[in-house]
């Protein structure tokens, strides 16, 4: 069956409005939420150093995916994220944002900069590839310079 075809200025308002609802349940820590989102064939894509936390696998499926994102929420809190850019061509979306992220229990806060690429259909994410500046999550789980340990 064949999806509704929207309008162009309407599909790109939904796009939009759809990527940063998605941004908004993750600064939440709502990932049921964010599955909702996603389609049946979703497939996650996490792009540059992920041999570390934050517990992200190669290419996976939406049920590996949620799992990363609760051992994710475990250990580190997205407080928020500012969108610096975002682009719409078609059925995709890619942006420029930085996140705000904490460690649990250290407190430490970290900007961190992540450039995300979204592909929807039948108003579904399908697709979604992060390239993430993981080494600055890494930094929040050091110990600081100097301290004994």
Known sequence: MRSTILPAKT???????AVREILDLRA???????????????????????SKAPYVPDRCDRVTFAEA????????????SKIHELLIEGDRVALDRIARTRIRGAGGVAT??????????????????????????????????????
């Open 69 to 80: 994102l609760r051992l994710f929420n475990v250990e580190y809190e997205v407080l928020d």
């Open 28 to 50: 939440r820590g709502d990932v049921e939420a964010i599955l909702a989102s996603a389609g049946p064939d979703f497939v996650y894509s996490p792009c540059g150093e992920w």
């Open 112 to 149: 961190v900069d992540a450039w995300d690429h979204f592909r929807f259909r039948d108003n579904q994410v399908i697709e979604f590839a992060a390239y993430l500046d993981t080494a600055k999550l890494l930094k929040l789980s050091e110990p600081a310079f100097g301290a004994d340990g």
């Open 11 to 17: 599909r790109r308002a939904f796009l939009e409005w």
